[in-house]
């Protein structure tokens, strides 16, 4: 029997191992400085209390973690909405496999949705690439986050791939407890959402069964996150123009810091999740699908209910019939809401202050392609 001591290099912290690593934690000053940021209005000695008496990952997830994003959600969007949770059995655990917006409230987001609707929260898939500080990696494992490996040697990429897989068929199937990860590696930076063959390739590393039994196993929930504007969008176009002017450009450290502040504290405007309906019966005719052929057809399978699970706002509609230069979708919008878009597109263009016409068509593209995923064309 497999237990958590065989997947102490990736797993999340524990019950009895939290008051350790709050102990380490309060020697860190880039976290006392974090923690000023965050809870400016909580004294440290007083924060670091609280901390000391906490018993739980749960307590702390709720205690801490939960208001700090409703604070989030009030400041920085108009409501976070949520479809189709009530369909899902808080006694079971799901994958909830998504497309991927925002690095940091994805999950966070989702894990508030699963507390509201009577689940616990879910264990959250992180590239060890975000992992910039020892004490970012603490505090994300205390929040039930599981490292993903990026960037090994092929032999040494396939057993980390094996390990992964292990741990979230283990947490699933004798923890029961749910996980999200995203779609595909990294965010979606052009809005055209995929699930990408790897991470499936990946999930069934561990299975022992027939290919639609060991997904079955696995309980796949396809999720659509739709937030009105992505905080991070001039970001992204940015970062086309960069790899545009030098394919060989990569973001830094830096750069994923500031992405993950621009997501918290950016704009976002309506934000939409929509969990849709567990991955059952129709895995049943994949089975006589050779191997890549299976999961070619998979990944459709969850690209269609995260497609049409979508939720599109007014923006996604102008943006598509700007880059189409019709009125397609004139009636899904108003005047105001043209201006009201067109006013957000300018404002983030001139943050950057560079090829203007390049972000401006990166960014249509960017709020196009969930309406031409949707419409299928």
Request: aromatic fraction near 10%; include cysteine.
């Amino acid at each position: 029997m497999v237990t958590d001591q065989y997947f102490d290099s990736i797993r999340p912290y524990r019950d009895n191992e939290m008051t350790e690593v709050f102990e380490q934690l309060m020697n860190e000053e880039s976290f006392k400085k974090l923690l000023n940021f965050l809870f400016p209005q909580i004294p440290i000695e007083a924060f670091n209390k609280k901390l000391l008496s906490l018993q739980s990952i749960n307590e702390f997830q709720i205690e801490v973690i939960y208001p700090y994003i409703q604070q989030v959600i009030k400041n920085t969007t108009q409501g976070v909405t949520a479809e189709g949770f009530e369909n899902l059995d808080p006694n079971k655990s799901y994958i909830f496999i998504s497309n991927h917006r925002d690095i940091v409230l994805d999950s966070a987001f989702l894990n508030i949705l699963l507390h509201d609707h009577g689940h616990d929260t879910c264990e959250i898939a992180i590239g060890d690439n975000l992992l910039i500080y020892p004490w970012i990696t603490k505090l994300v494992k205390l929040n039930k986050s599981f490292m993903v490996k990026r960037n090994l040697p092929a032999r040494q990429m396939l057993q980390s791939s094996k390990l992964l897989s292990e741990y979230i068929r283990y947490n699933l199937t004798q923890r029961n407890s749910s996980v999200w990860i995203a779609q595909r590696e990294g965010r979606s930076k052009d809005g055209d959402d995929r699930t990408q063959s790897s991470l499936l390739k990946m999930l069934n590393l561990s299975g022992d069964k027939t290919f639609a039994d060991n997904f079955k196993e696995l309980q796949i929930v396809p999720l659509s996150i739709s937030y009105e504007y992505d905080p991070c969008d001039y970001l992204k176009a940015h970062e086309f123009l960069l790899k545009k002017q030098n394919p060989e450009y990569k973001k830094t450290q830096e750069d994923d810091l500031k992405h993950m502040g621009a997501g918290i504290k950016g704009r976002k405007g309506r934000v939409n999740f929509k969990a849709g309906t567990p991955l059952n019966g129709e895995l049943n005719t994949l089975n006589s699908f050779d191997k890549n052929e299976q999961i070619n057809k998979l990944a459709e399978i969850i690209d269609e209910q995260i497609h049409n699970n979508y939720k599109l706002w007014p923006g996604n509609f102008i943006a598509a019939d700007i880059i189409n230069n019709s009125n397609k979708f004139a009636d899904k919008y108003t005047k105001e809401d043209l201006n009201t878009f067109n006013e957000y597109i300018d404002e983030h263009i001139s943050r950057l202050n560079t090829d203007a016409k390049f972000i401006k068509d990166s960014l249509m593209e960017m709020y196009a392609n969930p309406v031409k995923n949707f419409f299928k064309g």
